[in-house]
């Protein structure tokens, strides 16, 4: 493993059903970033985590959670999934906050019908 | 709250035009600038970055400055390629909290031989 991995690649899900995407990095980065990309809208957080053992909420956490459990894994479960969850996903790690570069990792594209 | 407005997509150019992307900020204190960029079906990389007012960020012909005056940080690159063709991202780091990256909404950026 070099750098972030996330699986799967690609998902189309029902709606209702319960999903989780999964997150790691082999890099020691104490911090870890879950966002959405939508067309027109960018990137936008959904939780994050400044190291092991804690989360946090960000823009649009609303229908998600997430875990840290260990410094490497971080993955985000969709309890109950519906079509406006249809998005890509990105997961990234940095060092640790603020000035320093997030690594981004190739993305999962969910489709919720 | 903090938030990135970059210029609306898409941009078309010939190859060896000159390129820039404009990009201004809102942000409470001094946050860190980014330029990141996002190939065909991969992950966001980080292509440059400037923490402080004035600082120049520079990476593979392509350059941003710092401006606290006029809260911006414009992409340029004198002379574009082909395989320049990807969407490019302004981001600022969130001083707040996680110190949370905010991303501008992408450009898209074509360059025709």
């Known amino acids: 493993i070099a750098g972030i991995t996330q699986a799967p690649t690609s998902q189309i899900l029902a709606a209702g059903r319960r999903m989780t995407l999964r997150c790691t990095q082999d890099?020691?980065?104490?911090?870890m970033y879950w966002y959405r990309q939508d067309l027109g809208l960018g990137l936008r957080l959904i939780h994050y985590s400044n190291t092991a053992g804690t989360t946090g909420k960000g823009e649009v956490p609303d229908g998600y959670s997430v875990s840290r459990a260990n410094t490497d894994d971080f993955p985000l479960t969709l309890a109950s999934a519906v079509p406006s969850q249809t998005s890509v996903y990105f997961c990234?790690?940095?060092?640790?906050?603020?000035?320093?570069?997030?690594?981004f990792g190739p993305g999962t594209r969910l489709t919720v019908l | 709250g903090d938030s990135v407005t970059q210029m609306e997509g898409p941009v078309t150019l010939s190859e060896e035009a000159f390129l820039t992307i404009n990009c201004t900020y809102t942000a409470t204190g001094y946050p860190s600038l980014f330029w990141y960029v996002q190939y065909p079906g991969e992950g966001l990389q980080l292509l440059l970055k400037a923490t402080k007012a004035d600082d120049k960020g520079s990476n593979k012909g392509f350059e941003a400055t710092y401006r606290k005056e006029t809260t911006s940080f414009h992409l340029e690159k004198g002379s574009v390629q082909v395989s320049d063709s990807a969407v490019y991202f302004c981001?600022?780091?969130?001083?707040?909290?996680?110190?949370?990256?905010?991303f501008g909404q992408g450009t898209r950026l074509t360059i025709n031989p």
């Open positions: 981001a600022l780091s969130d001083l707040q909290g996680a110190q949370k990256l905010v």
């Open positions: 990234a790690s940095s060092v640790s906050g603020g000035g320093n570069e997030q690594f």
């Open positions: 890099m020691r980065h104490n911090a």
